[in-house]
């Protein structure tokens, strides 16, 4: 099946940067998207940003001007890069990749999550 695993989180002052990466390794029909979920302490999980294989993006609100999602050719990663971070940005980032299962079903695959701290 497929499997995600995220990286490049960490602690980061008010104002700066961080690049995250999502690696998709397994067997998938087609995907419809990948892209980054965050769930902030205390608060409910919201869509950050997906990417489309034929690069159509979404992004919430909140990150729209600071952040960007990306991939590679084969979105076999997929990348977000966040810009002039927030403490409001504090949470933790789940890659995820939406497509068929073996039934067919669109559903969504999940990565392990990375802690992104913005703190001064």
């Known amino acids: 099946q497929v499997q995600l695993v995220e990286s490049g989180g960490g602690l980061v002052q008010p104002g700066g940067s961080l690049r995250l990466s999502c690696a998709r390794s397994?067997?998938?029909?087609?995907?419809?998207?990948m892209g980054w979920y965050r769930h902030p302490p205390g608060k409910e999980r919201e869509l950050v940003a997906s990417?489309?294989?034929?690069?159509?993006?979404t992004y919430a609100d909140s990150v729209k001007g600071r952040f960007t999602v990306s991939r590679d050719n084969a979105l076999n990663t997929v990348f977000l890069q966040m810009n002039s971070l927030k403490p409001e940005d504090t949470a933790v980032y789940y890659c995820y990749l939406r497509g068929p299962n073996s039934s067919g079903y669109f559903v969504n695959y999940w990565g392990q999550g990375t802690q992104v701290t913005v703190s001064s």
């Open positions: 397994g067997n998938i029909f087609s995907i419809n998207a």
């Open positions: 990417i489309t294989s034929d690069d159509r993006t």
